[in-house]
């Protein structure tokens, strides 16, 4: 087993594959961090009295602007300010921490579902296509083994991409953090984090999973990618018509995956982790089971014929 | 010392079922392959050669029937006794983004033990050496074969199943490959040999199974095959009498007559008695000549018999 995962992380190393699907999600999170401190700095070189703004919000959610500079009358600033200021405290609030690490937590696993979909079932499907599997197994490779392998190392190297992703995330906004605030506040930080961390592993898996055992199920990369896709839009597509109706019908919708992945991502990144988010955990790790166990299933009766 | 059995099959089926249809694609096969022979499953393509190696390497669940590969059975043992084994499959299954020397390392590494001495060694004997650094998918049919016969030669095994290796490769590349073949079996390994080429087997299998619509229709040492049918051509003066004369002798099997030739089957020991008796009746003999059956000879008479016992069926 151990030299079958060895051997699938050799095989992987060679792959352009990861590279560029790891390059894509660095972008993706980066990209944004980028961008916004150029226009935070864009708005203060040109509104150098804005510094001292503060924008306070509300218990009622209402926003409150201080130390607002006294407008001169008839000037253009007069009408710009409250909304430049209000735009200047968004930026800023995406730029240092801990606020800017939920917009990593938003864009990783956000994007990253697709990126693992197209990962995992490369990493299984594409055996199929190269007739590699067979050579495998011929050799005397059990098939359990070839199995846990494979979903190991889509497992093992869709958790180094989002860990990655999200370490440079995190890199990145420290650095903002010092530049725009000169100083970062840690309290409550590690607990949110972590549980972050763990609410976007829990979604990429439920995606990997899911691609792999499409990908087993019709023996081709490509048509793995195809359903699980199919499956994650058709499904958000029915999720909100279900939501829309009522009495049973309208209950169903908490068993949907993407229900389930939209609370844990907008809850969980939000407050934290808290005893009404173990449902859609369970519910999640239900669909891991399910899809991993029938893909073994799958596997283990197939015929791989030429 | 008697040879034991590699590989054992009893009452092997395959049917595929398809969305109009089941195809059967292997019937009650029944092989014996003796250990450290060099032995041909020899059929047309579509025959099941190709599925009954899917089903003794463990690629494909046979649909009924079992396999026993080294004496035990397939069903629970198979990992084990496939590292037991080597396998050339058809077409050179191969990862398309790495080199021939990597795609070597990868199943070295499945294994356990990466000896690149050893890879280095393989990829000499099949002619690789100086493209072993190239992608494999910018390699020819010829090489892709050759790389995964390579493969098959890279762990030490005591049974090689090879599935068309000749396929895509030029006459020399042929030769070789024959060569190796031959050398394995020097060896003491045990080869079973899938073509459809009927001289590569007559050149070096020992035994064959002649395969037909996923059925063997005939098996056995290849020399007991190829002289299962030999006759005796004989010319004489007088062809109607020379027939008329042998018709009655009771170890004479079959006689046959065109405009020239007498052809007769017997015992190969009852040869000179004919002759004699040709010539005590005073007919005579200007030429008297053993033909063998090639391999082709037979395996075209063992079809069109199956295929005429199925008509008349």
């Known amino acids: ?306 | 010392m008697e040879r034991g059995t590699v590989i054992r099959t009893c009452g092997l089926t395959k049917h595929f079922n398809t969305a109009r249809r089941k195809i059967l694609a292997v019937d009650n096969l029944n092989i014996e392959v003796p250990q450290g022979s060099i032995y041909g499953f020899l059929g047309p393509n579509g025959s099941g050669k190709t599925t009954t190696i899917g089903m003794l390497l463990g690629l494909i669940r046979p649909s009924a029937g079992s396999i026993e590969l080294f004496g035990q059975d397939m069903g629970r043992e198979s990992p084990k006794l496939l590292e037991r084994t080597s396998s050339v499959l058809e077409n050179s299954p191969m990862y398309p983004y790495l080199s021939g020397r990597d795609n070597l390392e990868v199943f070295a590494r499945m294994r356990g033990a990466v000896d690149h001495s050893k890879i280095d060694e393989v990829l000499d004997i099949v002619g690789l050496a100086k493209r072993a650094g190239s992608p494999s998918r910018t390699y020819s049919l010829g090489m892709r074969q050759r790389l995964s016969i390579a493969l098959a030669l890279l762990s030490d095994p005591e049974l090689v199943i090879l599935d068309e290796p000749t396929n895509g490769l030029d006459p020399s590349g042929i030769i070789d490959i024959r060569d190796i073949i031959r050398q394995l079996g020097e060896q003491g390994k045990t080869i079973f040999l899938s073509s459809h080429l009927l001289h590569e087997v007559e050149q070096v299998c020992d035994y064959v199974a002649v395969l037909n619509r996923g059925r063997v229709i005939a098996q056995g040492p290849v020399e007991e095959l190829l002289h299962r049918g030999d006759r005796l051509e004989i010319k004489v003066n007088d062809i109607n009498a020379a027939s008329l004369l042998l018709a009655d002798v009771p170890w004479i099997s079959t006689i046959e007559t065109d405009e020239e030739y007498l052809y007769i089957t017997a015992d190969e020991a009852k040869h000179p008695d004919i002759n004699e008796m040709l010539v005590r009746s005073g007919i005579k003999v200007f030429e008297m000549k053993k033909s063998s059956n090639s391999l082709e000879d037979f395996f075209l008479g063992a079809i069109e018999e199956e295929h005429q016992e199925a008509g008349n069926a």
């Open chain 1, 1 to 306: 087993m151990l030299n079958q995962l060895k051997t699938e992380f050799f095989k992987l190393g060679k792959r352009w594959l990861p590279y560029v699907l790891l390059v894509v999600m660095l972008v993706s999170v980066l990209l944004p961090i980028v961008i916004n401190y150029i226009n935070y700095n864009d708005i203060l070189s040109k509104h150098p009295e804005l510094n001292d703004v503060e924008v306070i919000i509300n218990p009622d959610g209402s926003t409150e602007i201080t130390g607002l500079p006294h407008p001169e009358p008839g000037s253009s600033f007069d009408f710009e300010s409250p909304f430049l200021a209000r735009q200047l405290d968004r930026y800023k609030q995406s730029l240092v921490l801990p606020g800017a690490m939920q917009s990593v937590f938003n864009s990783v696993p956000g994007l990253g579902m697709f990126l693992v979909i197209v990962f995992a079932a490369s990493v299984i499907g594409n055996e199929y296509g190269w007739g590699t599997v067979r050579q495998s197994i011929a050799r005397g490779k059990s098939r359990l083994a070839y199995f846990v392998a494979k979903l190991s190392t889509s497992a093992i190297g869709a958790a180094a991409g989002v860990l990655i992703a999200v370490l440079a995330g995190f890199i990145a906004t420290i650095i903002t953090s010092l530049l725009v605030e000169g100083a970062i506040v840690w309290e409550g930080f590690a607990g949110w984090f972590f549980t972050s961390l763990g609410c976007s592993f829990l979604v990429i898996a439920v995606y990997l999973t899911m691609a792999n055992f499409f990908a087993v199920a019709l023996r081709s990369a490509m048509a793995g990618m195809a359903v699980a896709a199919a499956w994650f839009i058709g499904e958000s597509i029915v999720l909100a018509l279900v939501s829309m109706s009522t009495g049973w019908l309208a209950e169903t919708s908490v068993y949907f995956i993407s229900y389930n992945t939209s609370q844990l991502l907008s809850t969980g990144f939000a407050e934290g982790f808290d005893g009404s988010l173990w449902k859609p955990v369970l519910i999640l790790l239900g669909y891991i089971a399910v899809f991993a166990a029938g893909a073994y299933r799958v596997f283990r009766r197939q015929d791989l014929a030429a």
